[in-house]
């Protein structure tokens, strides 16, 4: 953990689809953290090898995002918005929130993006298979990764609600512990 940071990195993950930028907003709102979209960052930054056509996504050079974040994140304060979370460093990060969908309701919601039937299909078998939860899991300290369930619009809410907690006690105990 980056012990000089006043404010916690989050990253809000999960499959596409399960609600990970509608958390992030509400949170940044709530707490004047502030978003930080990796999607956003690859395609406006050019941290990409360029486009498949396949799965109509950046294919994403994870090191030139990695150079071009590590300032900002290791300072503290951000809630990182991305499907993968294994490629950052866990002393960059302090809660890691892997949103889950149940499978029906994640169908609906790629096929609302029309999501290409291969990538679609991939993204459901990640979900269920709970791909990003295991990553999570192998990537960093267990006492760090916490699944939260994202169906409804209540449960964005709640989620949200129980992360602004974690992170008002992250900074109470911060400050008590490094005034």
């Not at 360029?50 to 030139?64: M, T």
């Not at 995002?65 to 002393?91: M, R």
């Not at 890691?96 to 991939?122: F, G, M, P």
Request: glycine share 6%; with cysteine; net charge negative.
């Amino acid at each position: 953990m980056g012990l000089k940071r006043q404010q916690p990195n989050i990253i809000i993950t999960g499959t596409p689809g399960v609600g990970k930028t509608s958390h992030c907003e509400m949170l940044v709102q709530n707490t004047g953290l502030k978003h930080l979209s990796i999607n956003q960052v690859v395609k406006e930054q050019g941290c990409h090898n360029g486009w498949d056509d396949n799965y109509q996504s950046w294919i994403v050079d994870e090191e030139k995002l990695l150079d071009y974040i590590e300032d900002k994140v290791k300072a503290g304060g951000y809630v990182i918005d991305w499907h993968v979370c294994d490629v950052f460093p866990e002393s960059w990060i302090d809660l890691v929130v892997v949103l889950r969908t149940n499978s029906t309701q994640l169908y609906d919601r790629l096929r609302a993006r029309n999501y290409a039937e291969c990538k679609l299909q991939e993204n459901l078998d990640s979900e269920i298979m709970e791909v990003i939860l295991s990553e999570a899991r192998e990537s960093y300290d267990a006492k760090v990764v916490i699944e939260l369930q994202s169906n409804e619009v209540e449960d964005v809410e709640s989620n949200v609600e129980r992360i602004e907690q974690w992170t008002k006690q992250w900074m109470e105990e911060r400050r008590s512990t490094h005034p």
